[in-house]
């Protein structure tokens, strides 16, 4: 049974870092691509950066592009998102994601993933 768990959520003000992580409950974790979506209040869930099963292939919303660094660690089945210049409109619980494929193809949409964490919050103060 995979199972998803964030970390690394919390208050930060603008301008500030925070560095979320993901830990993956099984050791076929390589196997999978891992994407991070957000969902603010009132707001649909949205996609923000996903790194393919060797970490070959990564992909970012523009909104985080330059800002925002995905990574894995295959060694110890984990998924990073490394948020910096944070702004307020970064506030919103974040998701991560996976799905099992080898394909270098990069996924961008919820429903390409099957498997989902429960979330954590980050909130940036203006």
């Known amino acids: 049974q995979v199972q998803l768990v964030e970390s690394g959520g919390g208050l930060v003000q603008a301008g500030g870092s925070l560095r979320l992580s993901c830990a993956f409950s099984t050791y076929t974790f390589r196997r999978y691509i891992m994407g991070w979506f957000r969902q603010a209040p009132g707001q649909e869930r949205k996609f923000v950066a996903a790194i393919n099963w060797n970490g070959g292939n990564i992909y970012y919303a523009d909104s985080v592009k330059g800002r925002f660094t995905i990574s894995r660690d295959n060694a110890n089945d984990r998924v990073y998102l490394q948020m910096n210049s944070l702004k307020p409109e970064d506030t919103a619980v974040y998701y991560c994601?996976?799905?099992?494929?080898?394909?270098?193809?990069?996924?961008?949409?919820?429903?390409?993933?099957?498997?989902w964490g429960q979330g954590t919050q980050v909130t940036v103060s203006s």
């Open positions: 994601a996976a799905d099992r494929t080898l394909a270098q193809t990069i996924r961008v949409h919820e429903d390409e993933y099957e498997y």
